[in-house]
């Protein structure tokens, strides 16, 4: 497969994401992790929300960031593929975002670019993890030992 | 061990109908024999009566609230029906689900929809079935015993949160104080310093509206609206705060060492039932003195509060969290560096207002 050529999709609806201010926050309602990406990050999310393939998502940092096309290229392909072990993207099924997308943001000027980085937090996971409905019997009821009669008056 | 409930052929929404007719005519029928205590409140600018089938659970159930009560006249907006097995001995009907369907936090996904919500908390301790279709919800608590001092003092927090959805409202993690007229949202972590700054306030010309649990108005004008009339302090810092600290004989204590203090007893006056936001503090303690507020990024208090509050109900959050995210677009964001001097918080929140006034 031709990678520049690859859409690539937000795992929904598992997936979700806000951005704001240059910072984009994705949850991942089924772990229970969650996400941050800054600045050149947060743009090449866009380009993913917008169905936009790797080459046009390049294209897109390009445009917002002092960066040459190479590089551009490189560094969308590691971060697409991050997000694909994260299972926070898929390859998408469909059209592509040249004919289905959401417009892609105008640049203001070309900002400095720095590597995107994908940073991931966990100290939610417990929350899920210890939740005590999996300590349960099979049954698929709050039954404790002997209160089976009970639970059906 | 029993063999699993056989996957049933109904579909979700008629499974969740049975269940929730059920588990209604069950209580009607604990309300027929304990007798009825009923209790109207407005929360988020909308009524909602609790019925209790007798009076076991009335005041673990409603204390919270008594700031918001209303007199009962006319049909409420929305009924949260009652019943507890200890006092009543009706227990729940039977399941509609497999255990592969409960997910996280108790919901049962699969048989919750826009219109239809369910959660069992583990072991044999309480059920909420909601149905927007019938007005209603319905809460079977195992007994008094089973009700924790948190829930106390946050009753039927996730019932409250999933009716509030339809009103335009969502729950975060947060809190709130401020004017008639205008005030601000606190958001942040646990033990970042929102009970403390919003506490603060309660001795000065600011109203409250909540320290940790709050509704939050998505519209085009972003409001906080008050859930409890109740605020937490862990017990060390409760000096801090002598009229609080006077009234710690009445305080309850919860398992993570903090003081819970139902505040329409103390200072019912300084309650609000909610207020427009103007803007949204991080806050900051600084071991210093004074306290300032300077500004803030919006992802900073959107990074504070969002992935908390979204991941606390996985099916609720998808609102909250976008609602979060549209509410903060329109509110300047602020660091709140609080000192030593607690008069000095409100001072400096009173002045931020005047400011964007």
């Given amino acids: 497969m031709d990678t520049q050529a690859a859409v690539f999709e937000v795992n929904e609806p598992m997936v979700i994401s806000e951005t704001i201010d240059g910072e984009t926050v994705i949850i991942n309602l089924e772990y229970g992790t969650y996400y941050s990406l800054k600045q050149v990050g947060a743009i090449i999310w866009t380009g993913i929300q917008a169905r936009r393939n790797v080459s046009d998502i390049a294209g897109l940092v390009q445009a917002h960031f002092d960066v040459e096309a190479g590089r551009a290229a490189a560094e969308v392909a590691e971060l697409v593929r991050q997000l694909s072990e994260e299972q926070l993207v898929r390859p998408a099924s469909g059209a592509a975002g040249g004919e289905t997308g959401a417009p892609l943001p105008a640049p ?46 | 061990m029993p063999d699993p409930a056989p996957a049933d052929p109904a579909s979700a929404g008629q499974r969740f109908d049975d269940f929730f007719s059920e588990l209604a005519e069950r209580q009607a029928r604990a309300e027929r024999e304990a007798g009825t205590t009923l209790r109207r409140f407005r929360i988020a600018g909308r009524t909602v009566d609790i019925r209790f089938a007798g009076p076991a659970m009335v005041g673990l159930m409603s204390d919270a609230f008594a700031h918001l009560a209303v007199p009962a006249e006319g049909k409420a ?51 909420i079935a909601a149905s927007a279709g019938a007005g209603e919800a319905v809460v079977w608590v195992s007994g008094k015993a089973e009700i924790k001092p948190w829930e106390h003092a946050a009753p039927l927090l996730t019932l409250v949160n999933w009716w509030a959805n339809s009103g335009g409202y969502v729950y975060v993690h947060a809190g709130a104080v401020g004017r008639r007229e205008g005030g601000v949202l606190i958001l942040g972590r646990s033990g970042a310093g929102k009970s403390h700054t919003a506490l603060a306030c309660l001795r000065s010309d600011l109203l409250y509206v909540s320290d940790d649990h709050c509704l939050l108005g998505t519209g085009a004008r972003p409001k906080a609206a008050s859930m409890y009339a109740t605020g937490k302090l862990f017990t060390h810092d409760a000096p801090k705060f002598p009229f609080l600290d006077a009234r710690r004989d009445r305080a309850i204590e919860t398992h993570e060492g903090k003081l819970v203090f139902f505040l329409n007893d103390i200072c019912p006056d300084r309650l609000a039932p909610g207020l427009p936001l103007k803007a949204v503090l991080i806050p900051n303690p600084t071991g210093r003195r004074e306290t300032e507020i300077v500004a803030a990024p919006r992802s900073a208090a959107f990074f504070a509060t969002a992935p908390v509050t979204a991941l606390r109900w996985p099916s609720l959050g998808r609102a909250a969290f976008t609602g979060i995210a549209s509410a903060l677009k329109r509110l300047p964001s602020y660091r709140i560096n609080t000192g030593t001097d607690l008069r000095g918080i409100p001072q400096a929140i009173g002045a931020l207002l005047d400011r964007l006034a």
């Fill in chain 1, 108 to 153: 203001a000027a070309r900002a400095s670019f720095v590597p995107p980085a994908l940073e991931k937090f966990t100290d939610m996971e417990a929350m899920l993890l210890l939740d005590p409905v999996h300590d349960v019997d099979e049954e698929g009821w709050p039954h404790l030992p002997g209160k089976d009669g009970q639970a059906n008056a």
């Fill in chain 2, 77 to 127: 907006d929305f009924t949260f029906r009652v019943f507890d097995e200890e006092s009543t001995g009706l227990g729940p009907p039977r399941p509609r689900w497999n255990i592969e369907e409960q997910y996280s936090h108790g919901e049962v996904s699969s048989l919750i929809d826009s219109q239809r919500y369910l959660q069992v908390i583990q072991p044999r301790r309480l059920v």
